[in-house]
């Protein structure tokens, strides 16, 4: 697939997730009408946040706050609570959007903010509260102890 066309595909999980949160009443507030709910993007492990720029853009073009949160790359662990501190000092609805890694972290970031009102995952894995990716894999040629059981070796000369 084509850059334009993932910027495309993820423009419209996106619209659509902030258009469910946009709807959906909140707990202990009255929504405003014509309130749009804060975006807020998780690049994966292999970018940064520039890999967002045209899903950004598209979608303050069309009224919405945008935030592009960096991961240290620390580990799930780390980046979690450090996306989950940033996301308490929101006020409003959050569309919470993970590429890839940052599925992992959306996950355990979102976990007690009342406000965050949708998870999209974007080409990432939907792990619960706490699960690994290696637990999601089970099963996968990379979860094997001894690769020679799935894969093909090849000798290399002088190597």
Known sequence: MNTKAKIAVASAAVAGAVGLAAA???AGASPVPGDKPTVVLVHGA???GSSWAGVTAR???EGYTVDVVPD???GVATDSANLHA???TITGPIVLVGHSY???VISNAAVGVTNVKSLVY???FIPDEGESAGQLSTGSAL???DPSTVFNTVSIPNG
Do not use: Y
């Open 72 to 74: 240290t790359l620390r």
């Open 59 to 61: 979608l303050q073009d």
């Open 46 to 48: 292999w970018a940064d």
């Open 86 to 88: 940033f996301l308490e």
């Open 143 to 145: 979860a094997v102890k």
């Open 102 to 104: 940052g599925g992992m």
């Open 24 to 26: 959906a009443p909140s």
């Open 122 to 124: 974007v080409d990432a």
